[in-house]
């Protein structure tokens, strides 16, 4: 196998490690991927000794979570190193041998590209999974604190989205009223007569109390106080879901749960307003991933980089493309509580007040990728605001629906 051993002296992550002089640069008459398993040819393969269609991942720096894709490198059948897209290109150009987050062989086919805008390589452990906020039972997948800080953020974004279909974003009918300062009020609502669950879900550890009004889908925080937990959970996560979310099960049939191998289409529109609110809340969305009735794993977008905080787990990809969604995301993956997630994340300052998707691209873009998102089911598709440091006042969710074929 011809593998080129790439330069490796005092490098800037941004910049993409070049190819030894001493290798052979000609390229195979095949092209760079003649399997087409995603990574370059002449550094190996992956493997999928599961047998679910996607390739095994690898924890390459030892900490107990996969940093992504692994690829046997010398033919045995044994994943031995990470791959690494080094110019952002979507094809595994290079490989990490030894958890360092950096290229240890690089392609002798093609010499990746350089100074490629926002690509970056991983950062293995950055973050870390260690105090990631989160609970199984209580709903919401927080972050950890920001490295370094950040500047403030604007103010809800305009609308967006890439598909075709006509908007169902504002031609809802609402049953469902009430008002609530309980910390876990719930209650069932409907939206063109589909039902959906509301919880005021104030589940952090420094959850200071809270003032909620929701009619149907749509859902006001009139005020919610309250700081980030010592184990960085938000105070609270006001929510709206369709399925089965934090063991309590939305009324009627929204769709959900749902087996993956029998869904053609999830598709779910959100529009929401900060009304100058532009502390540390996100605006995201949470899905819970499953194996029938057992939760397994976390898959969020988020239309709300807050300031301060960010995604549980490590960046793994920025300035990515996703079938579906407009303009180019930040990729975080690690673990919650010891469970994979997967968040799709805008940049900080760029929030988008009104988002439809189908969830079906965004978890199929997430498997092309190779993430770690283990299930046979999707349970649920929830929508709220989660805060890490209060207060805030007049936080609306105007609409929510998900539409499941």
């Known amino acids: 196998m011809a593998l080129c051993r790439g330069v490796t002296s005092l490098v800037v992550l941004l910049v993409p490690l070049a190819v030894a002089v001493a290798c052979d640069s000609s390229k195979s008459s095949q092209g760079l991927d003649e399997n087409n398993d995603n990574v370059a040819d002449d550094l190996g393969k992956t493997i999928d000794d599961d047998n679910d269609g996607f390739a095994d991942g690898i ?171 010592s184990d960085y959970s938000p105070a609270g996560y006001p929510t709206v879901f369709c399925g089965v979310y934090s063991q309590k099960p939305s009324p009627g049939n929204c769709g959900l749960p749902g087996a993956l191998s029998s869904l053609t289409s999830v598709r779910t529109g959100w529009r929401w307003k900060a009304n100058g609110n532009n502390g540390q809340y996100n605006a995201a969305w949470d899905i819970w991933l499953g194996n029938g009735s057992s939760f397994s794993a976390y898959l969020m977008v988020w239309l709300r980089d807050p300031p301060g905080q960010q995604p549980a787990g490590a960046a793994a990809t920025s300035g990515a493309t996703v079938p579906g969604l407009p303009g180019t995301w930040s990729i975080w993956t690690g673990q919650v509580n010891g469970s994979p997630i997967v968040n799709y994340v805008l940049s900080e300052g760029s929030d988008l007040g009104e988002l439809e998707f189908d969830v079906m691209d965004v978890y199929n873009d997430a498997k092309r990728r190779n993430y770690n998102l283990p299930g046979n089911t999707i349970m649920s598709v929830a929508v709220g605001f989660e805060v890490w440091n209060g207060p805030v006042t007049n936080l609306v969710t105007e609409d929510f629906y998900v539409d499941v074929k």
């Open 59 to 229: 924890d390459i720096n030892g900490d107990g979570i996969i940093d992504g894709p692994g690829v046997d490198t010398d033919g045995d059948g044994e994943v031995d190193a990470l791959a690494l897209d080094t110019d952002c290109d979507g094809l595994f150009d290079s490989i990490d041998t030894n958890g360092d987050g950096r290229p240890d062989w690089v392609t002798d086919l093609e010499t990746p590209a350089t100074n490629v805008p926002n690509c970056e390589l991983p950062m293995l452990g950055a973050g870390g999974a260690a105090g990631a906020a989160g609970n199984a039972s209580m709903g919401g997948s927080a972050g950890t604190p920001a490295m370094g800080g950040g500047g403030g953020s604007t103010g809800t974004g305009g609308s967006a989205g890439t598909s075709s279909e006509p908007s169902q974003l504002g031609k809802g009918t609402y049953q469902g009223t009430g008002t609530s300062t309980d910390q876990y009020a719930e209650s069932d609502v409907y939206r063109n007569g589909v039902g959906y669950k509301f919880i005021a879900n104030g589940w952090g550890t420094n959850w200071g109390g809270h003032n909620i009004t929701w009619n149907g889908t749509s859902f006001t925080v009139l005020s919610l106080n309250g700081s980030q937990g």
